[in-house]
């Protein structure tokens, strides 16, 4: 590649569609180009990149016996309908209609379209284990497309689909795509953990996500000392445990003024203040939340929740634990539809104890047996103190749906850390769900019909060139992982002098002829300032100058991630080169 | 790749879904898998095939210097409102609304966005020529998808445009892009024939098909002994010399019932004898065709066409004559609001003496001044024998909308002949239609903006495949011209002994490591025949056999396309294939 004729115009100036650093380089370095929101084009840098985070991919899938087909992007409806995905997506979802006005729409993941193929020419257990993969164009219509190629609306993912008979062999195919994973994950160069995760609208069981680890992640996750890490939709935090009775017999209040949390509080530090002269805080009051769920029929069921008032029910814990149902508010019309529910005073009466609000009501795994509260009277105006779960109420049950807090202790007892993360890579045991709903079964050796058992397995990869920028830049540019950059080294030619370029050409020429690819700044006319911005910004890892060391006879060589610069004489220059690239 | 594992299901059935011999066959010998009308899935083997054809594309585009890039496929609407194309590709344009209701289209063609792109990125003269290529999912709305992979609804096509700041340079991108094709169209292995072209809704100038010479193909075109050859709407006929007037004056006759040319003649021949005797014919009349064009700002305009009454108006060549307004049927109420035209008997008359139709009025370049017709007397019932062109009747002019037969006489004198074919690529030169439009402007070296001029060129990746298997197959499979075989080389183990298995092994590894490609079939309760019959439906030019021959120390291998068989030394086998596979 010649700068002189690629295609390429660096910016200087942050593009003001950009919002995290590493695309903000990717654009002003001429990889990527946004042609509407989510929806990008590929200029010949970025290509190179892709083509070898795909390369990595491909070679680590066909190495665990995988084989690549490549499905469509535009797919009929009724499959995504008989497993109900049609519908799930919503809006997330990429509808149309073609010219005889029938229902298409733009495959977000593929696990339909794989069950029906195999289901088609596959029908006994000779013909698993099974696994295809593709390297393909997904479209989800997302409601905040944001990060650049982080979260476009159009990207590229690598989706697999292993098939087998039982359990056992779902567990190997699992067990085989997350190794590959783990060499994948190694090989981009990011930081990334595996954690637990809820498996949501695809169905399941086991299920993990590959996550890299950055601040700009959408997602949250916890980890604790002993290596467990889960998604905050997946944790799941200890029950706590029973705890002896020492509050004397429950007693309502007045309250006057006091439907939230933080007025409670107020009015009972200075109504009702403790005997132990403690002062009350949030964490002693029971907040009790309601929902509404939409099912998928289409039925509305009202839930209540018991939290502790110093946490919220987090919205995406809630979603998981209810899916495949809706979360929706609970509105005043609700509210009017159960006249035992008072208003900002609901407590575990109505809820829990006589059941009068006939309402589900599940508690937060972190009220104990034993424990005492205040909480709502069911009567406006008024809370109870001192009421006991066990003793003074009971609930239906308990859910996992609150906020995770640092600190909070884990499911292996040992406090849990919050941070962020980008979903790179997810594996799913997906179980019969998918070849139930669409009728994939093999005959046994007992010749009996069995259900096949699928996994899913997807990264993403347009997803992961952004990564690998987000996570590799400094304030000049970005800094390829040699297997990932676009060009091994980066030979610029700087000054007026013909020799130069002449020498440089050769230098070129060699460098290629030992299976190198280089991007050479052949630019006449174009100062070597402007020349060393533009090799920072790109990021090749190894650059070479070619400049007035020339006349003692020497280069310069420059390793992008440590500034580090060296001469060699320019004899030795290809041999220099290929031990910085191949370092040996 | 082995049998015994490969995501493959051979049939020995037609597929119900499939019209042509080529696709039958991918079909069968899972290359490709129907998913909805004009879809398609891409097996393993398919892979293998699509991405060898993909390779010679991208290698000769990277010989004329064009740099890959990928655009979207998931397109705003604007690029090509501003264009007019949202409105001309009509339905055969896949529209879809995103969840903010915003237009969105998914790409049949590209020119818009690389415009825009060239636009937003350079300015000036010194950063042209430039040549783009992408290899990419299209996707048409074809109102008869047909043909399998020859004419899909989603499909890949390879696609380049160029950028230059003249005509000059332009034609030096085509000259190129036509020669990287000549070089593609040769190495691919079908026969194909470079046809002039009408550019049709592409806009611009000069423009050529490739077409794949086939029975099956959609396009009709002409070619002469002295090599020239274009696409019927292309081909401009001469138009006629002036004959010397032989007729007597023109003379109104009573024809009653006779508004088709075929009743005329039975008239004429009853009631009208020729003087000379010879027998009137369709030839000798003037048949006058009313179409009404609609053009893009809605307007409609009535257009008549004078052919000779042997002679249909070809759809096809009207229609780009004509554009970009469309035609449509000239209907009763169009009649009704011209009472100057009695349908049936409609003459030059009205039409082109004294215009009291008002209608603008064409005649087919086969009709010479000086020659004598029978024709419409623009009165029910009557008809005009000997009336002369130039004589007794004029036009506005001449349009080359008749169908073209067999034997006609080209622009080159001589006479044409018809063919079929399938369009596989095409080269415009569409000048500065797409960049006027868009306001592609760069700087020339006095410093004045100049408009880009742009060339476009595309050849249809996924129908190469299809065309391909239509031009290389035998009757009992597929033949793959050995640059583009799914693999080199296909071994075949037979029986039950396991020493042949064992030394099948041994042979597949001999052959890998000489860096050939393996398909092995190693299944063990195959039969010998089934596994013969796989080989030959699958294509791989050559298939080496061990099986009984082993006892003697030999095996056999197959020439696919010539049948020939030879037996030869196990040991030699390697070195053997070896000469087979690269003819040394």
Chains 1, 2 share one sequence.
């Not at 008024?382 to 009971?394: K, M, S």
Request: aromatic share 6%; proline share 6%; with cysteine.
């Amino acid at each position: 590649m010649r700068m002189s004729s690629l295609f390429l115009r660096t910016l200087r100036e942050d593009p003001a569609d950009a919002e995290l650093p590493g695309h903000k380089l990717l654009v002003r370095a001429g990889y990527v180009r946004r042609v509407a929101p989510g929806i990008y084009s590929w200029l010949p840098l970025g290509m190179k990149v892709r083509a070898k985070v795909e390369g990595i991919i491909r070679e680590e899938m066909e190495a665990i016996g995988s084989q690549e087909v490549l499905f469509p992007a535009l797919l009929p409806r009724e499959p995504y309908e008989a497993t109900n995905r049609w519908t799930e997506y919503g809006p997330n979802l990429f509808r149309l209609k073609d010219r005889r006005d029938t229902d298409m729409l733009l495959g977000p993941t593929h696990e339909e379209m794989f069950c029906l193929a195999v289901k088609d020419m596959y029908n006994s257990y000779k013909d698993l284990p099974l696994a295809l993969f593709q390297i393909q164009t997904k479209y989800r219509d997302e409601a905040r497309p944001r990060a650049g190629i982080l979260r476009a609306r159009e990207f590229v993912m690598k989706d697999s689909y292993s098939f087998d008979v039982d359990q056992a062999g779902l567990q190997k195919a699992y067990d085989a795509h997350r190794d590959a994973y783990i060499k994948i994950f190694e090989r981009l160069g990011f930081e990334y953990v595996i954690v637990h995760a809820d498996s949501g609208a695809m169905g399941g069981s086991a299920s993990e996500e590959f996550l890299a680890v950055s601040e700009h992640g959408e997602d949250t996750f916890v980890r604790d000392e002993s290596g467990y890490a889960a998604n905050v939709e997946a944790v799941e935090v200890p029950q706590a445990a029973p705890v002896e009775v020492t509050a004397g017999p429950a007693h309502v209040e007045d309250t006057p003024d006091t439907p939230t949390i933080e007025t409670l509080v107020a009015a009972l530090n200075k109504d009702h203040p403790r005997d132990d002269g403690r002062e009350w805080t949030a964490a002693d009051t029971l907040k009790n939340v309601l929902v509404m769920l939409v099912h998928p029929d289409g039925t509305r069921e009202p839930l209540a929740i018991g939290v502790p008032g110093d946490r919220e029910v987090d919205p995406k814990r809630l979603e998981v634990k209810v899916a495949p149902a809706d979360v929706e508010p609970f509105e005043d019309k609700d509210f009017a539809a159960h006249p035992t529910l008072a208003k900002g005073y609901i407590g575990p009466g109505v809820l829990g104890t006589d059941k009068a609000s006939g309402i589900r009501y599940l508690l937060d795994p972190s009220i104990a047996e034993g424990s005492a509260w205040v909480t709502g009277a069911d009567s406006h105006g008024r809370h109870v103190i001192d009421l006991v779960y066990g003793r003074d109420f009971t609930a239906d049950g308990t859910i996992q749906a609150a906020q995770i807090r640092e600190g909070d202790i884990g499911p292996g007892g040992l406090p849990l850390r919050l941070a962020r993360g980008v979903e790179m890579g997810h594996i799913f045991q997906l179980g019969t769900k998918y070849a139930e709903a669409l009728g994939l079964k093999v005959l046994d050796e007992h010749g009996k019909l069995v259900t096949v058992t699928m996994g899913s397995y997807g990264v993403g990869v347009t997803r992961a060139v952004g990564m690998i920028a987000e996570d590799n830049l400094d304030e000049l540019g970005l800094i390829w992982p040699r297997e990932i950059a676009p060009a091994d080294v980066h030979v610029v030619a700087t000054g007026k002098d013909q020799a130069v370029f002449v020498r440089a050409e050769e230098l070129v020429r060699g460098l290629e002829d030992e299976g190198l690819e280089v991007l050479y700044d052949d630019r006449q006319k174009v100062s070597p300032g402007v020349k060393f911005k533009d090799a920072e910004l790109i990021g090749v890892p190894t650059i070479v100058v070619l400049g007035k060391g020339l006349a003692d006879g020497t280069i310069e060589i420059k390793d992008r991630r440590s500034g580090d610069r060296r001469d060699v004489p320019v004899d030795d220059a290809v041999a220099e080169v290929l031990r910085e690239v191949r370092g040996s």
